[in-house]
């Protein structure tokens, strides 16, 4: 069961080639008690990864929901699109191993998921990993600590 914070609602975008994969991972994460906020695609017709990259990355950043997750077909383009707001830690990770260092070194707040490159089942696994992972701060703290341009 989780220990994760069910009372701050979870931000969850995606492109159209993410469309499966996030209604997938947002029925996981309702059936556990979260409240998400999709900010969409919905479908399948061809969009723009940033206009939903950026809501994600503007409610976490803001503090409006605890976390983000972004999928897209590679993951770049999310990530890259998130990484551009103040705050934000965008990781790219197509293993669990990848999500859990994402947290415990790096204090990502978002996770970035490739569709096209995942197995089936996969990015539940990740989101799961990321969500019960701590940072583990000491001497990963002050390396966070200087990621920001000042």
């Not at 080639?17 to 991972?25: H, P, R, S, W």
């Not at 707001?85 to 415990?104: D, F, M, P, S």
């Not at 539940?124 to 002050?142: C, L, Y």
Request: aromatic letters at 8%; hydrophobic letters at 40%.
């Amino acid at each position: 069961m989780y220990t994760f914070n069910t009372t701050t609602p979870i931000a969850i975008g995606c492109d159209h080639a993410g469309v499966d994969c996030k209604n997938e991972i947002i029925a996981f994460l309702e059936s556990n008690g979260h409240t998400i906020k999709n900010f969409g695609t919905n479908t399948s017709d061809s969009v723009d990864y940033p206009d939903y990259a950026h809501p994600v990355a503007s409610a976490v950043e803001t503090g409006d929901c605890s976390f983000g997750i972004l999928i897209c077909g590679s993951a770049n383009g999310v990530a890259i699109t998130a990484n551009k707001h103040a705050g934000i830690r965008a990781a790219i990770c197509w293993e669990t191993a990848l999500a859990v260092l994402a947290k415990q070194h790096n204090n990502a707040n978002i996770i970035c998921i490739p569709a096209r490159f995942i197995a089936d089942g996969e990015a539940i696994k990740m989101v799961d990993a990321f969500m019960q992972t701590p940072f583990e701060g000491g001497r990963h703290e002050n390396r966070v600590n200087k990621i920001p341009c000042q």
